[in-house]
């Protein structure tokens, strides 16, 4: 895994390793080529960048993505410490360490501690995470997203069909990429 543009170009990244026990779900890293797709699309409908919120982060490389390609500020809510430990060793490893903050919380937990608005929101859940889609439907009651602005990219099971709307976002752009769906919404 990659940063495939912008300042840390080439750069690589670190997977988290996750233990199975407890019956942790295993972390599912956004391919070079999904990431690849998701900020094609980002930069046809001119994303803002600015304030990035990485939900579900994971390994991190979708906000280090936006961070290389110019993000000015990226939060990262990753509710597994070990995971969070890799996601600050890649933003070590890329420079960005001090454009980002990591929260080790759960998604619920972190709409509390977050401070928006966010001009992007970029959202990887677990494709069983069955809460997931609540959590993002409360982040405009929270003042973390504004209709019309602010770009959602959620990634999901491609055999899943979008929802033609979340939190008073509007979907906007739908693609699959293999087993990934990718869904715009603004």
Request: charged share 25%; net charge positive.
């Amino acid at each position: 895994m990659r940063v495939i543009a912008g300042r840390a170009r080439g750069r690589r990244l670190i997977a988290p390793q996750r233990s199975r026990r407890r019956g942790d779900s295993v972390v599912r890293p956004t391919s070079d080529l999904v990431r690849g797709a998701i900020f094609s699309a980002l930069a046809s409908l001119q994303a803002d960048m600015s304030r990035v919120l990485d939900l579900y982060a994971g390994s991190g490389a979708l906000g280090i993505e936006a961070i290389s390609r110019g993000a000015d500020w990226c939060d990262f809510v990753e509710q597994d410490r070990a995971t969070c430990e890799t996601i600050r060793q890649n933003l070590r490893a890329t420079g960005f360490e001090h454009e980002a903050r990591v929260y080790a919380l759960s998604a619920v937990r972190a709409l509390d501690k977050l401070g928006g608005p966010y001009t992007l929101v970029l959202a990887d859940p677990p494709y069983e995470d069955e809460r997931a889609v609540g959590v993002l439907e409360s982040l405009s009651g929270r003042g973390l997203v504004r209709q019309r602005e602010t770009l959602l990219v959620l990634e999901h099971s491609a055999r899943n069909e979008a929802k033609s709307e979340i939190g008073g976002l509007a979907l906007v752009s739908s693609r699959r990429h293999g087993d990934s769906g990718i869904s715009i919404y603004r």
